[in-house]
C-alpha cells in the first residue's frame, strides 16, 4: 500500500473485532512508525501507554474513558493513552508539543491502514484520573487516547471539506481558483 492508498483508506471505526488481536509484529511496526515521526527540535514529546490484547494495562486505558467511549473501545484489542512533553529539556515551555504528537500519532494510524486495522482518536477521557492511575510526572500531560484493531463494521465515509474552503493564498480566505 503506497502513502496514498493508506491516507485514502484511514477511517476511524466504532465497532472493533475482539478475537482479531493484534501481532508482536504489528505492534512493533505501529510504534516503529509513530517514532519516526518530525517534533521541534527533534524532541519526540510523545510516550504510549498501551494496553494490548485485553492484558491489565488495556484494562486501565478503559478504566480512563468516558462511558460513551468505554462502551465501543472495549472491543479493541489495542488501547492507547498518548502522553506529551510540556517542555523542552532546557526547561522552556514547548507550545508545539501537542502538534508534534498528533504527527506521531497520525504516522501510527497510517501504519495501521497497511495492516488492515482501523484507529480512532479519543478525546473523551479523564485526563485527572489518567494521571493518577498511570502516575504521569509533572510536565507530562495526557493528550489523547486511541483505540486500535480490525474494523467489525462497514467504512461509513466522513465528509471532508474540499481543497477550496482549506487551502488559501495571499491572506486568510482568498481562495486559489
Ligand atoms: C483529537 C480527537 C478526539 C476525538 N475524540 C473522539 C471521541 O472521544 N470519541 C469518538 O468516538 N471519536 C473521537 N474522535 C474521532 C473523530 O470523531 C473522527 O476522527 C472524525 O469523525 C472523522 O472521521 P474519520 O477519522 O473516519 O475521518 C476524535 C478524533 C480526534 C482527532
Redesign the pocket.
Known amino acids: 500500500m503506497d502513502v496514498r492508498e493508506a491516507v485514502l483508506n484511514?477511517?476511524?471505526a466504532?465497532r472493533y473485532d475482539p478475537k482479531r488481536l493484534i501481532g508482536e509484529e504489528e505492534f512493533f511496526l505501529l510504534f516503529d512508525s509513530a517514532r519516526r515521526a518530525p517534533s521541534s527540535y527533534n524532541t519526540q514529546p510523545w510516550r504510549y501507554i498501551v494496553g494490548l490484547n485485553f492484558d491489565a494495562t488495556h484494562g486501565k486505558v478503559l478504566g480512563i474513558l468516558?462511558p460513551?467511549?468505554a462502551e465501543?473501545a472495549k472491543d479493541a484489542p489495542l488501547l492507547g493513552l498518548l502522553v506529551g512533553r510540556e517542555y523542552y529539556p532546557d526547561g522552556r515551555p514547548y507550545r508545539d508539543y501537542r502538534n508534534d504528537c498528533?504527527m506521531s500519532l497520525m504516522l501510527l494510524f497510517l501504519q495501521a491502514t497497511e495492516l488492515g486495522l482501523s484507529c480512532?482518536?479519543?478525546?473523551?477521557?479523564y485526563p485527572d484520573r489518567a494521571r493518577e492511575i498511570f502516575k504521569i510526572p509533572q510536565g507530562w500531560q495526557p493528550v489523547?487516547?486511541f483505540a486500535c484493531g480490525k474494523p467489525a463494521e462497514e467504512r461509513?465515509?466522513?465528509e471532508?471539506l474540499p481543497f477550496e474552503e482549506i487551502v488559501f493564498r495571499e491572506e486568510f480566505g482568498r481562495r486559489w481558483t
Open positions: 484511514r477511517w476511524s466504532r468516558t460513551g467511549n465501543w498528533g480512532r482518536a479519543m478525546g473523551g477521557f489523547v487516547a461509513r465515509e466522513k471532508k
